[in-house]
């Protein structure tokens, strides 16, 4: 693994990781308003991020598979 993708890797853990702190800490009914707003905020800025990311490397195997099978 070169030392960009295990950046990324870790990037890509972090943001998981951190998602799921966002959505427990949306999960509890005493969020003010205004916190729950910017949590909303940055769990969607993070959910697009690995959505991109799992998107690039489903893109990535299926060039390896095709590359195999040629």
């Known amino acids: 693994m070169t030392k960009k993708e295990e950046k ?7 943001a998981l990781e ?3 702190e966002v959505l427990r800490e949306l999960e509890t009914d005493d969020v003010p ?3 729950a707003i910017a949590l909303y905020e940055e ?20 060039q390896v598979t095709r590359k195999d099978n040629q």
Request: some cysteine; hydrophobic content about 35%; glycine content about 4%.
């Open 18 to 20: 951190r998602l799921s």
């Open 33 to 35: 308003l205004d916190k």
């Open 43 to 62: 769990g969607m800025k993070l959910s697009r991020m690995c959505s991109k990311k799992l998107e690039e490397a489903e893109l990535r195997i299926d």
């Open 8 to 14: 990324e890797r870790f990037e890509f853990e972090l």
